[in-house]
């Protein structure tokens, strides 16, 4: 089959591999149908996360049909939709029983592979899924590819930023960083009712972006966002910020921006190793701060229903679709943010 494979730094390719099989009872092979690049591969693809081995399948957000189940798979059979958490679980430690399936014992990510283990990823026309009966979840009929594409990870980490961030329909709530999980961010802020979102950008097609969404945008390199949300709330600060880069200097802004007993709520995937901020700092503004990855499996649940029924409207982020086999050149495309590209999907 053909896949999206990770060479180098800065280099993926189109490759011819062998087609995925049954390794275990509990797998199943998924026809791939839609595919999404995350900002997340970006991390990968930048070498800002190392240590992957080369050839391995790049990718973690899809949406597929059933084409081989495992003997001791009960919940799925063949030519059944279906979504899955960018992240597979089992169903039966402590943290998926709570519903923390980011951190099943078993967890393993797509599109990770290290000294020869871990799992490939979902740029390719077929994957193996471990773990299937506690990993997949069916994709309703009125529910597209691309929307469970995206429920199946930036729309559940921006909901799950929402959440984090206890938001109030009075509170002032701001989104650092309005690429796709920060724009899921803000739609799901509105769903909770929050009246004062502000969006924090420096890329004015993607601050239009949020503005069209609901928030108020501030673009950082025009103008001092601390400032204006500290004129804004009368010198107060904001109730909730939700962190969606993942940099030492978003964080910085983050902790500037709250309010003493503020909740600083981290979605980004964090690439540095030390707080800008010391403990003494946090303690002396009652800081509170939220981290992690988002359990999507558990979130997943929760949105279809909001999808089907049309409180959350998903598709609008996805501005640029490419055939698999132009997944380089896509890769290359949302990289330079090309033709004011939020999320591209890839279309086997
Ligand atoms: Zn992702
Ligand atoms: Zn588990």
Redesign the pocket.
């Known amino acids: 089959m053909k896949a999206i494979t990770f060479q180098d730094i800065r280099s993926v390719s189109l490759s011819e591999v062998s087609d995925p099989v049954l390794e275990f009872p509990t797998d199943t092979i998924v026809k791939v149908e839609r595919a999404?690049i995350?900002?997340?591969?970006m991390h990968v693809y930048h070498g800002r996360e190392t240590g992957i081995d080369t050839g391995t399948i790049m990718g973690?957000?899809f949406t597929g049909t059933v084409v081989d189940v495992g003997e001791d798979v009960s919940n799925f059979k063949t030519g059944d939709r279906v979504l899955s958490p960018?992240t597979v679980n089992c169903g039966q430690c402590h943290f998926c029983e709570i519903g923390l399936t980011a951190r099943c014992v078993e967890s393993q990510l797509y599109g990770w592979r290290e000294n020869g283990s871990g799992l490939h990823g979902v740029h390719a026309e077929y994957v193996r899924v471990p773990m299937a009966d506690a990993t997949l979840i069916h994709l309703p009929d009125d529910v597209s590819w691309e929307q469970g594409n995206l429920i199946a990870?930036?729309a559940s980490?921006g909901y799950f930023g929402a959440e984090l961030a206890e938001l109030k329909s009075k509170d002032t709530c701001i989104v650092i960083g309005c690429g796709p999980v920060g724009i899921m961010a803000i739609k799901a802020a509105v769903y909770f009712g929050c009246e004062n979102i502000y969006a924090i950008d420096g890329i004015d097609f993607r601050l239009e972006f949020a503005e069209q969404n609901g928030a108020i945008p501030v673009n950082y390199l025009k103008e001092n966002a601390v400032e204006k949300i500290l004129e804004r709330t009368n010198g107060i600060g904001a109730d909730s910020v939700i962190e969606a880069v993942g940099s030492k200097a978003s964080m910085k802004t983050a902790f500037d921006i709250l309010r003493p007993g503020g909740i600083l709520a981290s979605i980004g995937v964090q690439a540095f190793d030390q707080l800008p901020f010391s403990p003494p700092d946090m303690y002396d503004k009652n800081i509170v701060l939220k981290a992690g990855r988002c359990s999507s499996r558990s979130y997943a649940e929760k949105l279809i229903p909001l999808v089907q029924n049309g409180d959350l409207q998903l598709t609008d982020v996805i501005t640029h679709t490419f055939d698999l086999k132009d997944g380089v050149e896509a890769y290359r495309f949302f990289d330079e943010e090309k033709d004011k590209c939020l999320k591209v999907l890839l279309k086997p």
Request: proline share 0%; charged share 25%.
């Open positions: 999404a995350c900002g997340s591969d973690h957000e960018f990870d930036i980490t």
